[in-house]
């Protein structure tokens, strides 16, 4: 049985049109603890705060640590639904395998986010286009130091209300094609969300953002081949076909990713998983037969790229939505917000 410890010491709770993204967090967060020998504890909700860890726990000096990023969204009867919350189960779950860290258990990670909504639903934002962010975390905390997994783990998930991810909206955003620093390479961490990631792509998304690029086209080891594009997965349509790069090992499989492809199959749109080359890319940019180019991914859903561009080229494409970005755009958020019925079973109400 969950615990729920109510804070004494609520926080203002924006108006929806000052949320931005990922800047404020509600009244209280769920943690659930494991120790070698013990197994998870029972979890409990309490007071959002600073965490207690020892200075030589493994998160810290051998960088044990995951997360997910999943939302959860305002329903036209009034209440709050989670969006596809086991696939973020699963891939955090994978991700503890890859790391050595405990699996959290399915029945404990769903029944934490449940609670967790429920003691901070007051914070749930009601206008289109807004929704609560969950991002659930695990990380090593045995103090030692010697290199092994960490026999001790926390489990922990807190809530933040957002508005859109990129503060010019819905617009098309440029990107900038990577050829230095790489983000993942073939039996590596790229498969899983762990913050090591994140932190080898720091340098390349700064100096992006230095040249006017909203984010980075991560390339493969040989800087040849696309695999994904900062937090999001790519698509490209050239003619009649959507291509997206293949999981290899090295790309974050994204649940958008996934809603994406199930759609275009359901509307008879010919879909390719395949290994994706930049001069395939460039060849049909020049020809004209590159019509769309967008980026998937749980915080801005999905996004057209207007321009990519490299150390000697820029391919600049039409901005903003094209029609199969914009169809997967609408379908999904309809779904999400329970303006169209659920067909493909995404939603769960918590």
Known sequence: MISVQRSTQTKPRPSDDQLGFGQYFTDHMFVMNYEEGKGWDAGRVIPYGPLAIDPAASVLHYGQALFEGMKAFPQKDGSISVFRPEFNVQRLRNGAERLCLPQPPVEGFLAGIKALLKADSSWMPKTRGTAMYLRPTLIGTEGFLGVRPSR???????????????????????????????????????????????????????????????QVLWTDVTHKQVEEVGTMNLFFRIKDTVLTPALN????????????????????IRVEERPISLAEIRAAWKSGELEETF?????????????????????????????????????????????????FHWLQKI
């Open 249 to 268: 090992g090295s790309i974050l499989e994204g649940g958008t990713r996934r809603c994406c492809l199930e759609l275009l199959r359901e509307k008879g």
């Open 152 to 214: 001790q783990a926390m489990f922990f998930v807190i809530l933040s209300p957002v508005g859109q991810y990129y503060k010019k909206g819905l617009e098309s955003v440029p990107i900038w094609i990577e050829q230095d620093d790489v983000r993942a390479c073939p039996g590596g961490l790229g498969a899983v969300k762990a913050g090591a990631n994140y932190a080898a792509s720091l340098r390349a998304a700064q100096r992006a953002k230095e040249k006017g690029y909203a």
């Open 295 to 343: 980026g998937t991914g749980t915080a801005a859903v999905v996004t057209p790229v207007s321009v990519l561009a490299g150390e000697n080229e820029i391919w600049e494409m039409k901005k903003g939505f094209g029609p199969t970005a914009r169809m997967l755009f609408d379908e999904i958020t309809s779904i999400q917000y329970g303006e169209t019925p659920d067909r």
